[in-house]
């Protein structure tokens, strides 16, 4: 899901960011409890869904949309839901382990991602 040849991100890796990012984290609070060997349970709490909206809303600027319409109901609504998505889900709770596993992968991902962005050269003007 790499930006299209104009730099803009798709509608689809926008609508997976959020999620990515929120996992990513259940992942490594899952490791730091393996990790412990602590006996608590890992939450994804209300505190991770609010930077994943707020990211979601930041990178919405940076979307190919393919209608004005879209642009706006999604722009405003999908923050708003994965904010209401993560204040659902709070007192969901997960095993460490099982969190470190679900989380891995997304981990990965993101590494790659920045991996590759890292060495671009960014014009200022």
Do not use: N
Request: glycine share 10%; with cysteine; aromatic share 6%.
């Amino acid at each position: 899901m790499p930006p299209d040849e104009h730099g803009l991100l798709s509608i689809r890796a926008w609508l997976v960011a959020p999620w990515l990012f929120a996992v990513a984290v259940l992942g490594v609070t899952g490791f730091g409890g393996v990790l412990l060997a602590a006996d608590w349970q890992v939450t994804p709490s209300a505190v991770v869904a609010g930077p994943a909206a707020a990211g979601t809303a930041v990178l919405a600027t940076a979307v190919d949309w393919r209608g004005r319409r879209l642009r706006w109901v999604a722009r405003l609504g999908y923050p708003l839901l994965v904010c209401a998505a993560g204040v659902a889900l709070t007192d969901l709770t997960v095993p460490a382990p099982v969190a470190m596993l679900a989380g891995s992968p997304a981990v990965i991902a993101l590494g790659i991602l920045i991996a590759r962005e890292r060495d671009k050269v960014i014009p200022i003007a």
